[in-house]
């Protein structure tokens, strides 16, 4: 979602990950990209009976890339929330609209709508010309910033915060004054893949890491929640109304309402802050909040890597739940699981969308998938008893099959925008991306896939990494080919489906014929159970994998299946009366049809099986 510079913040970040696992030799001018750079000193003057504001602010660009840059844009987000901006007309004409979007932009009145108006702006202090395009301001430069050059922007613009709608506004469902996230003018992400310059229809975002000198000024009451370090004490700000802070490496977002109650919890260097209105029905919830929270960081800091940021934020306020760097913004009323839940998946963004930041437009899948992964490995964990002995993906996998089946699923690598319908762009970031990282624990084995997501995000924290160089960590990792699987589950939508075809079980020898209805191929694990309790455990990995997974205990590997091959037979020397066959008895791949998975015997009747 960012870049990144240096700073002392970087420095002590890559040390204690240094403490943890050794660095790589990471060649840095062989990294596809580069990381700009931008610091932001900003005063903001909230009006809050207009539901307006005014800002000005210094932005320090540092272009890091090989290019000089002849133009440049911001983000004007809150332009999106006007009568037929983009993001209206899409959410009325999908055909599965947003229920939280729906046809409201199209019906607010005038004094309600979102809007950004850049009134002045300079470059090195001599004036620019500038338009300003829906939710983007293009800005023609005096002369080209060069390589490795600064270019200092000052400007000041007016805005009107809109009504509550899609993550930003005042006055939520739940009587939130000012949720405030993606609310300034930001400047557009420069990279190896050139300018990102999508209008903003409500999806993903994609930006720079940047350092943030924030004053808010506000009437005296408020109590402000946010990213960043709060400068002075708390209740002075809540009486003068002026709140300053301080950030490395983030997006700035925030949240405001006289009627917050701010509690923290502290896990080691890091203090978890709380922000929320008091309610009967639901603080207990709030109450319990903290200690969860806690643990859930704990969890992912050894699941992943080290949270490298000092604080983290939950706030009341939104229209669901909205990550972003160092906080969050969720909806309160809810029951303790509902709320341990959401607050859970919007930290564990922190991670991928905030650290690795990877182009959530473009692989969606590579911070939702990921943080849904991860997501649901820490609820298990937090919740033990209630999960004993469930598949803590099973949900996931279900969504994905089913959308697979439906016929309706599109490509991984569609961008986040230009999905058909809501639904596809859902199962596709969120399920079939955590499917595509809970199912390589059946290609290299599960502690190898576990090692594997600790080596990414140690080596590619703070460097917007893609799919390529995730899937060289886990090739190293696993010392095998994993082109075909990522090409596969990606790029296409062709589905996983291996079936038993036909068993016979002669005197001596026990042969099993299995075929491939689906078009992708996966290794296979085959368990055989015979009569007496016994099992025999087989492993058929895929000639194009160049290897296999480690094998378990008792686990006999059998020769690769070539792709090109639809069925493959087995020829195993037994006299053992079997009970049952199953392919992928563990449930690890998603394939499409499980009724073709398994056999079962009648002991009494023939030991053979031929599927019509």
């Given at each position: 979602?960012?870049?990144?510079?240096?700073?002392?913040?970087?420095?002590?970040?890559?040390?204690?990950?240094?403490?943890?696992?050794?660095?790589?030799?990471?060649?840095?001018?062989?990294?596809?990209?580069?990381?700009?750079?931008?610091?932001?000193?900003?005063?903001?003057?909230?009006?809050?009976?207009?539901?307006?504001?005014?800002?000005?602010?210094?932005?320090?660009?540092?272009?890091?890339?090989?290019?000089?840059?002849?133009?440049?844009?911001?983000?004007?987000?809150?332009?999106?929330?006007?009568?037929?901006?983009?993001?209206?007309?899409?959410?009325?004409?999908?055909?599965?609209?947003?229920?939280?979007?729906?046809?409201?932009?199209?019906?607010?009145?005038?004094?309600?709508?979102?809007?950004?108006?850049?009134?002045?702006?300079?470059?090195?202090?001599?004036?620019?010309?500038?338009?300003?395009?829906?939710?983007?301001?293009?800005?023609?430069?005096?002369?080209?910033?060069?390589?490795?050059?600064?270019?200092?922007?000052?400007?000041?613009?007016?805005?009107?915060?809109?009504?509550?709608?899609?993550?930003?506004?005042?006055?939520?469902?739940?009587?939130?004054?000012?949720?405030?996230?993606?609310?300034?003018?930001?400047?557009?992400?420069?990279?190896?893949?050139?300018?990102?310059?999508?209008?903003?229809?409500?999806?993903?975002?994609?930006?720079?890491?940047?350092?943030?000198?924030?004053?808010?000024?506000?009437?005296?009451?408020?109590?402000?929640?946010?990213?960043?370090?709060?400068?002075?004490?708390?209740?002075?700000?809540?009486?003068?109304?002026?709140?300053?802070?301080?950030?490395?490496?983030?997006?700035?977002?925030?949240?405001?309402?006289?009627?917050?109650?701010?509690?923290?919890?502290?896990?080691?260097?890091?203090?978890?802050?709380?922000?929320?209105?008091?309610?009967?029905?639901?603080?207990?919830?709030?109450?319990?909040?903290?200690?969860?929270?806690?643990?859930?960081?704990?969890?992912?800091?050894?699941?992943?890597?080290?949270?490298?940021?000092?604080?983290?934020?939950?706030?009341?306020?939104?229209?669901?739940?909205?990550?972003?760097?160092?906080?969050?913004?969720?909806?309160?009323?809810?029951?303790?699981?509902?709320?341990?839940?959401?607050?859970?998946?919007?930290?564990?963004?922190?991670?991928?969308?905030?650290?690795?930041?990877?182009?959530?437009?473009?692989?969606?899948?590579?911070?939702?998938?990921?943080?849904?992964?991860?997501?649901?490995?820490?609820?298990?964990?937090?919740?033990?008893?209630?999960m004993a002995g469930k598949n803590p993906h099973r949900s996931s996998y279900s969504s994905y099959i089913s959308q697979a089946l439906s016929g309706q699923e599109e490509p991984?690598?569609?961008?986040?925008?230009?999905?058909?319908?809501?639904?596809?762009?859902?199962?596709?970031?969120?399920?079939?991306?955590?499917?595509?990282?809970?199912?390589?624990?059946?290609?290299?084995?599960?502690?190898?896939?576990?090692?594997?997501?600790?080596?990414?995000?140690?080596?590619?924290?703070?460097?917007?990494?893609?799919?390529?160089?995730?899937?060289?960590?886990?090739?190293?990792?696993?010392?095998?080919?994993?082109?075909?699987?990522?090409?596969?589950?990606?790029?296409?939508?062709?589905?996983?489906?291996?079936?038993?075809?036909?068993?016979?079980?002669?005197?001596?020898?026990?042969?099993?014929?299995?075929?491939?209805?689906?078009?992708?191929?996966?290794?296979?694990?085959?368990?055989?159970?015979?009569?007496?309790?016994?099992?025999?455990?087989?492993?058929?990995?895929?000639?194009?994998?160049?290897?296999?997974?480690?094998?378990?205990?008792?686990?006999?590997?059998?020769?690769?299946?070539?792709?090109?091959?639809?069925?493959?037979?087995?020829?195993?020397?037994?006299?053992?009366?079997?009970?049952?066959?199953?392919?992928?008895?563990?449930?690890?791949?998603?394939?499409?049809?499980?009724?073709?998975?398994?056999?079962?015997?009648?002991?009494?009747?023939?030991?053979?099986?031929?599927?019509?």
């Amino acid at each position: 979602m960012f870049g990144i510079h240096s700073s002392s913040f970087q420095r002590a970040f890559f040390g204690l990950c240094a403490a943890i696992l050794l660095l790589p030799s990471t060649n840095w001018s062989q990294y596809p990209g580069y990381q700009q750079a931008a610091d932001y000193t900003m005063t903001i003057d909230l009006d809050t009976t207009l539901h307006q504001y005014h800002g000005e602010m210094t932005v320090v660009l540092k272009n890091n890339s090989p290019d000089a840059l002849n133009r440049a844009y911001f983000h004007l987000f809150f332009n999106a929330f006007q009568p037929g901006s983009m993001m209206d007309i899409r959410s009325r004409t999908i055909v599965d609209p947003d229920s939280r979007v729906g046809d409201r932009i199209g019906e607010l009145p005038e004094d309600e709508w979102g809007w950004i108006h850049v009134e002045n702006l300079q470059v090195n202090g001599k004036p620019v010309q500038f338009d300003h395009d829906g939710t983007l301001l293009d800005v023609t430069l005096n002369a080209p910033i060069g390589s490795g050059k600064k270019a200092t922007f000052k400007m000041e613009w007016d805005a009107q915060v809109p009504r509550q709608i899609r993550r930003s506004g005042w006055m939520n469902k739940e009587g939130i004054e000012y949720s405030m996230t993606q609310w300034y003018p930001k400047l557009c992400e420069y990279d190896h893949d050139g300018w990102h310059t999508e209008p903003y229809i409500g999806r993903e975002f994609h930006g720079i890491w940047s350092d943030y000198d924030v004053t808010i000024n506000l009437p005296a009451g408020y109590l402000v929640g946010g990213t960043g370090t709060l400068n002075g004490q708390e209740d002075a700000s809540i009486s003068s109304g002026a709140w300053h802070f301080t950030a490395e490496n983030i997006d700035f977002a925030w949240a405001a309402d006289p009627d917050y109650i701010h509690t923290t919890e502290q896990l080691d260097d890091v203090t978890l802050n709380f922000y929320h209105q008091a309610n009967p029905d639901f603080d207990a919830a709030w109450e319990g909040l903290p200690g969860y929270t806690a643990k859930a960081m704990a969890f992912l800091n050894d699941l992943v890597g080290p949270y490298p940021y000092p604080q983290y934020t939950v706030i009341q306020g939104g229209d669901g739940g909205m990550e972003y760097p160092m906080a969050t913004l969720v909806t309160g009323n809810r029951s303790e699981r509902s709320l341990i839940g959401v607050t859970v998946h919007e930290m564990a963004h922190s991670w991928f969308q905030a650290v690795l930041a990877t182009n959530e437009s473009l692989y969606e899948f590579m911070d939702e998938g990921m943080t849904s992964y991860v997501t649901s490995l820490c609820m298990s964990h937090l919740f033990t008893e209630a999960m004993a002995g469930k598949n803590p993906h099973r949900s996931s996998y279900s969504s994905y099959i089913s959308q697979a089946l439906s016929g309706q699923e599109e490509p991984l690598i569609t961008h986040a925008d230009h999905y058909q319908t809501n639904r596809a762009y859902g199962v596709a970031a969120y399920s079939k991306g955590e499917v595509l990282l809970a199912q390589l624990g059946a290609v290299m084995g599960d502690a190898a896939r576990d090692e594997g997501l600790k080596t990414y995000f140690k080596e590619w924290a703070f460097k917007h990494p893609g799919p390529t160089e995730f899937k060289r960590v886990m090739e190293k990792t696993c010392g095998m080919d994993l082109d075909w699987y990522f090409q596969y589950f990606m790029q296409t939508t062709h589905q996983i489906d291996a079936s038993i075809e036909s068993i016979e079980a002669g005197n001596d020898t026990l042969t099993i014929t299995l075929a491939r209805p689906g078009v992708m191929p996966m290794p296979v694990d085959l368990l055989v159970t015979y009569t007496d309790g016994s099992e025999d455990a087989f492993h058929i990995p895929l000639v194009m994998m160049r290897g296999h997974r480690p094998l378990e205990e008792n686990e006999f590997l059998l020769d690769d299946w070539a792709w090109t091959h639809p069925t493959y037979t087995i020829e195993w020397p037994t006299s053992k009366s079997i009970q049952r066959v199953d392919i992928d008895p563990l449930r690890k791949t998603a394939d499409v049809h499980r009724a073709n998975n398994s056999v079962v015997f009648d002991t009494q009747k023939s030991q053979q099986f031929l599927r019509n």
